[in-house]
């Protein structure tokens, strides 16, 4: 079975610019989470999807948006790209509202 | 929304038993605990959850006090591939029925020869 799935795995923008991420989920998962790890601050909740719509999202500011398609795959946009914003963004799937699998994430560099 | 204390790091002797500290003194009743880990470079994996009772799997064991404030992950038998960083985390159930996951800064351990 094939694991969650993100691209890029690297990226590097700069302030300012706007940036798509994306990720798709293990075959059968209809939730998609989005994780934001900036360095020493451990895992931040970001957004969840479930069924194409957004269910929840945590605490940072709307220029971070996303989407999720019918074949359950989803984008993070993040607009207005600040140098804060480095990290390693990591999508998640879900099915039994239990466990959530991780992709590998994509490291965003903001210069 | 609740939040999680966790020691930032912990030595652990291979073969031993690791004892993973969390505090969560202001979750709510309907707030499930998880813990996850992540080993370098790669994505959490998920460990195990509980609500009120101590739950085992083939992984860990997760004790849960009786007020609820605080949990202990154990690895019973922890080897060098145990070392990672573990996430205890709060799931925070709203009333519309959606949640989310408030991770913390988690326990980097190291599992020593």
């Known amino acids: 079975e094939a694991g969650v799935t993100q691209s890029p795995t690297h990226l590097i923008k700069t302030r300012g610019q706007q940036v798509t991420l994306r990720c798709s989920p293990i075959s059968g998962h209809t939730s998609v989470y989005w994780y934001q790890q900036a360095l020493g601050l451990g895992l931040q909740f970001l957004l969840w999807?479930?069924?194409?719509?957004?269910?929840n999202r945590g605490n940072f500011p709307p220029r971070f948006s996303g989407r999720q398609f019918p074949n359950y795959s989803s984008e993070l946009n993040v607009n207005a790209l600040e140098l804060e914003d480095s990290a390693l963004y990591l999508c998640?799937?879900?099915?039994?509202?239990?466990?959530?699998?991780f992709g590998p994430g994509t490291r965003l560099t903001v210069l | 929304d609740a939040k999680t204390t966790q020691p930032p790091s912990m030595d652990c002797a291979e073969g031993r038993a690791a004892n993973l500290p969390c505090n969560h003194s202001?979750?709510?009743?309907?707030?499930?605990v998880y813990w996850y880990r992540q080993i370098h470079s790669q994505g959490p994996q998920y460990i195990i959850h509980?609500?009120?009772n101590n739950e085992t799997n083939e992984m860990a064991s997760l004790i849960i006090t009786e007020d609820r404030k605080s949990s202990t992950l154990i690895l019973p038998h922890a080897t060098l591939r145990d070392t990672a960083v573990y996430y205890c985390i709060v799931r925070v159930t709203a009333t519309s029925g959606t949640y989310k996951y408030i991770f913390g800064t988690g326990t980097r351990l190291k599992v020593l020869a």
């Open positions: 509980g609500l009120k």
């Open positions: 202001t979750i709510s009743g309907n707030e499930y």
């Open positions: 999807y479930d069924e194409g719509e957004e269910r």
């Open positions: 998640a799937s879900s099915r039994s509202r239990i466990e959530q699998f």
